[in-house]
């Protein structure tokens, strides 16, 4: 039963909702992490029989409180039509998104939800994934991994200093890079409440890694959210509703291509997470990972079944989780619609928006991107930091 109920205000300024919307709490993927992640892998890789069975945290929040008062908005009075609505359905996303959180461990409540939120592959996407799996990529810029020598790696201090030294000559002067040993190994994430780039302290990164990093995180997600904080529109600058994602890494993938950067082997496994939702609803954890063992080592098919198995409780039964289909589908998008209209490559940066909210930039509804990337600009910068 939804929460919504008709006791709050049918109508509110901009500043109320985004002052409300503020103090909701839906940290999905670190309560989707489960708590016993490192153990159960190690009983699964050491078994041929074995199911995971996952355990998680659960957070503390004021969620349902904060959602209910804002349930009945109408209207946000002080905006233009096309704001208020977006905001509208963006509350009602966010009511998803929490009980989706509060679903974990619920195989069929997370399938339901996240089939809702996030979709499913249609037949003729999972054929275009399959196709990418058996290695035909004609038509997509993919390149082969590089072999990489001990003296192109880079660690925590020197990348810290690349970074800063991007951050520097795009103006980016109030975003830095942070050390968290909490991140997984290697890992990379932006925050952009924060405007840190968060890193393992441990963090090795080859060169072309490291270009491709800089590319994907700061020339995708870190723009969008800097030019999205000048529209005003608070949340065009942070995760809003689920279309605008695929737009996001779709993106951030496309970008990776034109800069000579996509590697096949990474190409795959944005293409993997189609083909594994599509067939894996009804597979076990276990069935599920010896099929994908046709196309990847263990560790990679474990790790990609457990994305799309994620937020579940006994794996031995049905459900899948399908967000990481956004990676391959959201490339598409992207790729189809520049290869129809290169003008919209420059608006996609005037926040994080989707393609249909390019219109606003149009109509003048938000300003123009202040920072658009490109490859002349990148190749010249990674020369200048010794990349």
């Given at each position: ?40 892998k ?121 970074f ?22 290697n ?15 441990n ?69 993997s ?11 076990s ?11 990847f080592?263990?560790?990679t ?8 198995k ?28 520049l ?33 658009v ?5 990148w ?9």
């Open positions: 039963m939804s929460i919504f109920s008709k006791t709050g205000k049918q109508e509110m300024k901009l500043s109320e909702v985004v002052s409300l919307m503020s103090k909701l709490r839906l940290p999905i993927s670190l309560v989707f992490t489960p708590v016993n992640l490192k153990e159960e190690e009983k699964f890789l050491n078994s041929d029989v074995y199911e995971p069975v996952f355990k998680y945290r659960g957070v503390r929040n004021n969620n349902e409180e904060i959602l209910k008062r804002l349930s009945s908005l109408k209207l946000i009075t002080d905006v233009d039509p096309r704001i208020s609505d977006f905001y509208i359905q963006l509350i009602a996303s966010k009511n998803d998104s929490n009980i989706l959180m509060n679903a974990v461990g619920n195989n069929e409540l997370v399938t339901e939800m996240s089939y809702k939120k996030y979709g499913v592959p249609t037949p003729l996407l999972f054929r275009n994934a399959s196709r990418i799996l058996r290695g035909n990529t004609s038509g997509y810029n993919t390149i082969k991994s590089p072999v990489i020598k001990e003296s192109d790696i880079f660690h925590y201090e020197k990348i810290k200093e690349v800063n030294l991007v951050f520097e000559h795009f103006g980016l002067n109030d975003w830095q890079v942070q050390a968290s040993s909490k991140i997984q190994k890992g990379v994430k932006v925050g952009v409440k924060s405007k840190w780039v968060i890193m393992d302290p963090i090795e990164r080859s060169k072309f890694k490291l270009k491709k990093t800089l590319v994907h995180e700061v020339g995708t997600h870190v723009f969008r959210s800097v030019n999205g904080l000048n529209t005003k529109i608070e949340a065009l600058s942070k995760p809003n509703l689920p279309k605008y994602l695929d737009i996001e890494e779709g993106l951030a993938i496309w970008n990776e291509s034109n800069m000579n950067l996509l590697t096949l082997k990474n190409f795959k496994k944005s293409a997470f189609v083909y594994a939702v599509y067939i894996g609803e009804q597979l954890f276990r069935q599920l990972y010896n099929a994908l063992l046709a196309v080592p263990k560790n098919a474990f790790n990609i079944t457990y994305r799309v994620r937020g579940l409780g006994d794996t031995s039964y049905p459900g899948t989780y399908t967000k990481d289909i956004v990676y391959f589908r959201g490339f598409k998008k992207v790729k189809k619609a290869e129809k209209d290169k003008s919209l490559y420059e608006k996609l940066y005037a926040g994080k928006i989707d393609l249909k909210q390019c219109e606003w930039v149009d109509d003048g509804l938000i300003p123009k991107a202040k920072i990337p490109s490859k002349q600009e190749n010249d910068l990674f020369r200048k930091v010794g990349i």
